[in-house]
C-alpha cells in the first residue's frame, strides 16, 4: 500500500485519495480529495474567487452571450407576472429569522405547504391569472382564508388589498 502525505491536512493517506496531475513528479496532487474540494469552496467564496470568476464572465460574454440572454429570458418568464416574487417572499416571511416579517409568521409556526414553485404555480396560477385581469398587479395579493393556519391551497386564496386589510388576526380569535 502507498502511502502519500497530504500537504494541508497533514495525513498519510492512500493513493486513490488523491487526484492525479501530470505536471509533478510524482504524478499526483499535493491535496488529498477531501482537502482540495474544501479548499475550492472556500477560494469561490473569497473575495479574489469572487473577482476573478466575474472577470471570466466578463471576458467570455462576447463568446456566450446568446446562451447568456436565453437563460435570462428563461428565467423573466419563469416568473410569472410576480408569481414567482410571491412564493419567494412567502417562504421568506415563514424561514428566514433574520427578515423583519418572520416574528408574524415563522415564529408563530406558520409554514408553507409547498415543497416547490412549481407545486405553487400548478395549484395558484389559473386563480391568480384570473384575479390579475379583474383587479391589476397592484391590488392582488395572497391571502391566507384562516389567519392562524398555514399557506396551503386550501388555505388561500388572491383578493384586493381592502380584502386582505380586514382578514387579520386582531380580527379572529383563535379557534
Known amino acids: 500500500m502507498n502511502l502519500y502525505k497530504c500537504s494541508r491536512c ?9 487526484s492525479k496531475d501530470n505536471n509533478s513528479s510524482s504524478g499526483l496532487q499535493n491535496n488529498c480529495k477531501k482537502c482540495s474540494s474544501i479548499y475550492s469552496k472556500e477560494y469561490a467564496q473569497s473575495p479574489i474567487g469572487k473577482l476573478k470568476r466575474k472577470l471570466y464572465y466578463k471576458k467570455n460574454y462576447k463568446n456566450n452571450k ?3 440572454i436565453d437563460k435570462a429570458n428563461l428565467y423573466q418568464t419563469t416568473r410569472d407576472d410576480g408569481l ?13 429569522k433574520n427578515v423583519w416579517n418572520y416574528k408574524y409568521y415563522g415564529a408563530l409556526g406558520v409554514t408553507v405547504e409547498w415543497k416547490s414553485y412549481t407545486d405553487f404555480k400548478k395549484d395558484l396560477y389559473d386563480s391568480y391569472k384570473e384575479h390579475l385581469k379583474k383587479h391589476g398587479k397592484q391590488n392582488t395579493s395572497l391571502d391566507r382564508i384562516n389567519p392562524f393556519g398555514n399557506y396551503s391551497k386550501e388555505n388561500c386564496r388572491w383578493v384586493t388589498l381592502t380584502e386582505q386589510l380586514q382578514n387579520k388576526r386582531v380580527h379572529h380569535t383563535r379557534s
Open 84 to 96: 414567482f416574487r410571491k412564493w419567494c417572499n412567502i417562504r421568506l416571511r415563514c424561514n428566514n
Open 10 to 18: 497533514k495525513e498519510y493517506l492512500d493513493k486513490s485519495l488523491f
Open 66 to 68: 446568446k446562451q447568456l
